[in-house]
């Protein structure tokens, strides 16, 4: 394409025409290679992003880290085209979200338009995604479409900012003596299955039909809203705390009483509710929203059914506190490079000569002290970190598998990472498909995580033996997992049975038979969290193969020499 020449335009650098053609559209252009998780950017990159240090956005998991939380793994779905994208392809995509410059923390916001094309290899894996990112410039023109405007594109619904604002309003009027408020959530279950078995038309089909079923019985002088993709909220006026639950209870048999009739055939619809009684347990609409979302979390497994209402403990908020703040310290980390790994050895029976190290993660504050893995896993996984923080546990251990040629190492992956196909990418990409790099790598998952989809558990553990990795079952006894389907290498004995060995008869008998189960299906078996000669003895009589446990040493960060003796490492 040719541009005309002017006396005062500048054409015979065809860098610069782009680049000025960019900045006139508020536009700047990226190459993402999903191999490194690289992302290469234009010029102008950084003004275009709201002045970002883009230096620091290099890794698209950093990128990632600055998208607005709704709508991150949305983008990253529709730029790849999801878990059932066609292989050997070019995926067009073309996406709208909120950008944060200034991360999660602030309230700084931009619109992008993310326009671009995705690259597939033979197994339907994204290999690199090129396009160009815009600034949005009617603004009104998203917040309809994301629903950020005071109203929803579906007539009579407020939007997420909107309900907000009435809570606010709400509380603001509250006086000793006046009137009683509630803010309710509704959420619709399992609105992932229904878009993946009928399709995301018909998603949108049922979220309109719930709306509109809503909207048929709240009161007039209620106000009802979309708040998310999968739920609505309801500010409920003059409502006292024995009505809160007859009213929820009125709303679910709503939707549940009848079946949702949709282009695609009748489909079956439930909901959660959760709720919060204004004022008294909340100040702001912060405060309301957040614990209204505690309420709906904690109705999924809510014995009574599908229905919490938010109950102040001081324990709990705070545990919710600590929990933000650790979240906040596992993002910085992630950006700082502070993530490490300690290494705990994995002992032959008998001889008690290492066979391999656990990799375990550990985050160093900037105060200088250590965070475990149990600090930081169930808070990673809470907050939808797992992902980020198994990359970058992966980086680390093959840095240590090419630093230290004779060590065996295992390394644990969280239930999100078993789904992750790109993950196992990153892991060919990381060893170049060395396989003196990934045959002295164990992949270690959780048996309770592998029960959950046998199915995909077994298509991960096959890519990671086509690889070269062994594959071992970690907290085994813990669930219900059938090792013939999986096909595991290694079985680990949940620790937690065996740390009471010579004090809990029925856990020694218990041990005993996971070790012969495992025996009969092949898989080797490893007694984890040994404390003492007791243990060791009753595991070596049962016939486990290897021990690990601080009574064989403590784990200890890579950063030590001593960590790791490559010398008394068996061959």
């Not at 730029?79 to 950008?99: I, K």
């Not at 085994?476 to 090792?483: D, E, H, K």
């Not at 290897?546 to 490559?566: C, H, I, M, R």
Request: charged share 25%; hydrophobic share 40%; glycine share 8%.
């Amino acid at each position: 394409m040719s541009v005309g020449k002017t006396k005062d335009h500048k054409t015979s650098d065809p860098q610069f025409r782009l680049e000025d053609v960019l900045d006139s559209i508020q536009a700047t252009a990226y190459l993402w290679d999903f191999g490194t998780d690289e992302i290469a950017w234009a010029g102008n990159a950084s003004s275009v992003l709201g002045g970002v240090d883009i230096s620091k956005l290099r890794q698209a998991r950093a990128y990632a880290l600055h998208i607005d939380p709704d709508h991150s793994s949305a983008r990253y779905d529709g730029v790849t085209g999801g878990p059932r994208a066609a292989p050997s392809a070019e995926l067009p995509y073309a996406l709208q979200y909120r950008f944060l410059p200034e991360g999660r923390r602030s309230d700084a916001a931009v619109w992008l338009e993310d326009h671009g094309v995705c690259f597939t290899d033979a197994k339907g894996s994204p290999v690199r995604a090129q396009g160009t990112l815009r600034v949005i410039a009617d603004l009104r023109r998203a917040d309809r479409m994301h629903g950020t405007g005071e109203h929803e594109e579906q007539p009579g619904l407020l939007n997420r900012t909107a309900l907000a604002q009435t809570v606010s309003s709400l509380l603001s009027a509250q006086t000793k003596t006046a009137a009683k408020g509630v803010f309710l959530l509704v959420g619709i279950n399992d609105l992932t299955r229904i878009n993946e078995t009928y399709g995301y038309h018909v998603g949108d089909e049922v979220i309109s039909i719930m709306g509109e079923r809503l909207r048929g019985v709240v009161r007039g002088r209620d106000c009802l809203g979309r708040f998310s993709s999968n739920k609505f909220g309801i500010v409920l006026h003059n409502c006292d705390a024995h009505e809160i639950e007859p009213v929820a209870r009125r709303l679910m048999a709503v939707v549940d009483g009848n079946i949702v009739d949709t282009s695609a055939g009748a489909v079956a619809v439930t909901v959660l509710v959760g709720a919060v009684q204004l004022p008294y347990h909340a100040g702001n609409s912060q405060e309301a929203i957040g614990r209204a979302l505690q309420a709906i979390g904690r109705a999924r497994t809510n014995p009574g059914g599908r229905f919490c209402c938010y109950v102040s403990c001081e324990r709990r908020e705070l545990e919710r506190q600590h929990n933000v703040t650790i979240a906040d310290e596992i993002i910085r980390a992630l950006n700082d490079r502070r993530m490490m790994i300690a290494l705990q050895p994995i002992v032959t029976s008998r001889l008690y000569e290492p066979e391999l190290y656990e990799c375990l993660l550990r985050l160093r504050c900037l105060d200088g002290s250590i965070l475990k893995a149990s600090e930081i896993i169930p808070v990673a996984e809470q907050f939808g970190l797992s992902r980020l923080v198994d990359h970058r546990a992966l980086e680390l251990t093959v840095d240590l598998l090419r630093s230290s040629r004779e060590t065996k190492l295992a390394l644990n992956v969280s239930a999100m990472t078993m789904t992750d196909r790109q993950w196992v990418d990153a892991l060919e990409a990381l060893t170049g498909k060395d396989r003196t790099l990934t045959e002295r790598l164990t992949v270690e998952i959780s048996e309770i995580a592998a029960t959950c989809d046998i199915e995909a558990t077994s298509v991960f553990i096959g890519l990671l033996k086509d690889s070269g990795c062994r594959v071992a079952l970690d907290d085994f006894g813990a669930g219900y997992t059938s090792l013939r389907d999986l096909g595991v290498d290694m079985v680990k004995i949940d620790g937690s049975l065996i740390e009471n060995l010579g004090s809990a008869p029925e856990d020694e008998v218990f041990v005993r038979k996971l070790i012969d189960l495992a025996h009969s299906f092949g898989p080797i078996a490893v007694g984890e969290w040994v404390g003492g000669e007791q243990s060791v003895s009753m595991l070596e009589k049962a016939g486990v193969a290897y021990l690990q446990g601080d009574f064989f040493g403590a784990p200890k960060l890579y950063e030590d020499t001593s960590a790791v003796n490559p010398a008394r490492v068996a061959g």
